[in-house]
């Protein structure tokens, strides 16, 4: 039975094909994406999941933003912004900014690069099958932007009662959401199987 290939915007079952060595495949109803060029490089996954594990401990490690008001300073973290949306009982957005900003994107990184790294050595990591799927389940709790956009947006509204400081820890996190985008564009689940098929050869 030859392998087959759901589109994901509409449903539509493809004939898997093997992945073209440029460009993609696209559904033939709808036209979305169904298959990205794999020649794809491990080592440049690993770099760049390195990279963002660096950025994301800097995320964590220096304020985000920096507010003067009226001659005091005030400074907060990412886990810090948490802290202060529990103290103020909103339990369940704490939580949340938790979840999507610390948590999600640290487990999917670390997930990738101990899927990763055995497979350079054509080795296999133990419970590979597990860590796979809950890669896959983590990407979908990790939204590093939309937690940007809405301090962006907030910043912009207090900039008119208070002077701000952007701090270290928010230009990381620009650079850790364009580090998981890039990321996620090279390792789809179809090419970490392919890579995990070549390491078996």
Not at 169 to 195: H, K, Y
Request: charged fraction near 15%.
């Amino acid at each position: 039975m030859s392998p087959v290939i759901l589109c994901p915007s509409c449903d539509l079952v493809h004939r898997g094909t093997k992945a073209p060595e440029q460009g993609r495949t696209q559904c033939a109803r709808c036209r979305a994406p169904l298959q990205r060029a794999g020649g794809a490089a491990l080592d440049t996954a690993i770099a760049l999941a390195a990279c963002a594990l660096v950025l994301l401990f800097l995320s964590n490690a220096y304020p985000l933003v920096e507010m003067h008001v009226n001659g005091s300073t005030r400074e907060t973290t990412l886990i810090g912004a948490a802290l202060g949306l529990h103290a103020q009982n909103f339990d369940t957005l704490a939580a949340l900014v938790l979840l999507t900003t610390v948590i999600a994107p640290l487990l999917q990184i670390t997930a990738l690069l101990y899927l990763l790294l055995p497979l350079r050595r054509h080795r296999h990591a133990r419970g590979e099958q597990t860590v796979f799927r809950l890669l896959t389940r983590v990407r979908q709790w990790s939204f590093t932007e939309v937690f940007l956009l809405g301090v962006l947006a907030a910043l912009v509204r207090l900039s008119t009662y208070t002077y701000i400081v952007t701090g270290i820890s928010l230009w990381s996190c620009v650079l850790l959401m364009l580090c998981l985008s890039a990321l996620a564009g090279i390792t789809s689940p179809e090419q970490i199987w392919r890579w995990i098929e070549r390491s078996r050869t």
